[in-house]
């Protein structure tokens, strides 16, 4: 269990330990929360360990206009191919959930408020690969 802004930060570097890809869902905007400095050094780290990245979004306008800032912009870790889009009416999404190794991870932040767990559990990660991985199919690809 984790709570408030250096909770979310130690939850964002464990992701780092993924041995090959990161996947979930995103709200986007965790960089609000963690600071510019904190996410920067992630992204730095993240490409030097050559992980990989997919989140499936909503198309909000607040969504969309982060990517347009930091995904074509180079400030983030993932590209415009690794990000598909969803409308809220499919998937509701809130928060930042990410599946690597054997962990499921939840944050969610709202104001002041920012709580997230990490679940450590095979099984319960292949359930939930094979729920994104469906999902991913049937998401859009980002044209912008």
Request: net charge negative; aromatic share 12%.
């Amino acid at each position: 269990y984790y709570q408030g802004a250096e909770g979310m930060r130690q939850m964002i570097w464990n992701s780092l330990s993924a041995e090959r890809e990161i996947v979930g869902y995103s709200v986007f905007g965790r960089v609000d929360v963690v600071g510019e400095k904190f996410y920067n050094n992630y992204v730095e780290e993240f490409r030097g360990r050559n992980l990989v990245d997919r989140a499936i979004a909503n198309p909000t306008e607040r969504t969309i206009g982060y990517i347009n800032k930091n995904v074509v912009g180079g400030k983030h870790q993932q590209t415009l191919d690794n990000i598909r889009l969803l409308p809220t009416e499919q998937l509701y999404i809130a928060g930042d959930t990410s599946i690597y190794n054997n962990i499921y991870s939840v944050c969610y932040w709202q104001g002041h408020e920012v709580v997230g767990i990490e679940i450590e559990n095979p099984d319960y990660v292949r359930h939930e690969l094979s729920i994104f991985n469906l999902l991913w199919q049937q998401a859009n690809r980002v044209n912008i």
